[in-house]
């Protein structure tokens, strides 16, 4: 079973408008982190927003944000007010538990979703 | 701040030919990913390191790679001999061990786009 899934190959929204991007994803872990990258075509791989599996609160970076319902194992990236410069290919991530005694862990990633903001 | 720095950002060379990628990380980061990513299998971490010792090396495809950490500011993966199946984009990333769960976002370079002819 994929541990991430991105269920939305392509999305189109239009310039100014709100968009959600939807991941689904899957651990036994009571502790993870869950990530959004965005990919644009120059090929850079920027961070953008990080929610904990024990935040209370939904996090939010600018016009950024992440719907985190713990039950359903969603974790949905919404931009608001959409910019050209938003296209781009977008990926969800998860990061399970940490490695006792190595200090570090692994991000697995979902095949993405291609999003195309229109004039 | 410098991000991850990689070289080369391109690099065509013939099958049997070694092939070197280096990545600097973020200077305090102790930890340090080498990912491929190809339009088939998407994003793969190949091998992680934490303060410069190996924790995992399950995803490497075979022999033929392998990676270093010398230092905390350098790393390199290593193909040798390349086959066209190689060819990717490779990329690395540094984080640091948190202190609180936001400090272990990991930060990418900007790739090396590898073909293999």
């Known amino acids: 079973a994929q541990k991430i899934t991105q269920t939305q190959p392509g999305m189109f929204v239009q310039e100014k408008e709100a968009v959600t991007l939807d991941c689904t994803y899957d651990t036994s872990d009571q502790s993870y982190g869950l990530f959004w990258y965005k990919q644009p075509s120059s090929g850079e791989m920027i961070f953008l927003i990080y929610?904990?599996?024990?935040?209370?609160q939904n996090a939010t970076e600018g016009r950024y944000s992440l719907n985190f319902q713990k039950a359903r194992k969603s974790a949905n990236l919404v931009i608001s007010a959409s910019q050209l410069g938003d296209s781009a290919m977008y990926f969800c991530a998860m990061r399970e538990g940490r490695h006792s005694g190595a200090g570090s862990y692994q991000l697995t990633f979902g095949k993405g979703t291609k999003l195309s903001v229109i004039p | 701040d410098a991000g991850v720095i990689q070289s080369p950002r391109h690099e065509v060379t013939e099958m049997g030919q070694e092939v070197t990628l280096r990545c600097k990380p973020i200077s305090g980061h102790n930890s340090l990913f080498w990912y491929r990513q190809t339009m088939m299998r998407g994003l793969e971490l190949l091998i992680y390191?934490?303060?410069?010792?190996?924790?995992?090396d399950s995803g490497m495809p075979e022999d033929r790679f392998s990676a270093k950490m010398p230092n905390a500011s350098f790393s390199t993966l290593k193909i040798q001999p390349s086959e066209p199946r190689d060819s990717a984009v490779y990329f690395c990333?540094?984080?640091?061990?948190?202190?609180?769960?936001?400090?272990?976002?990991?930060?990418f370079g900007p790739g090396t786009r590898l073909t293999v002819l």
């Open positions: 929610q904990g599996s024990y935040d209370e």
């Open positions: 390191f934490n303060n410069n010792v190996p924790i995992d």
């Open positions: 990333a540094s984080s640091s061990y948190p202190e609180g769960p936001r400090e272990d976002t990991q930060y």
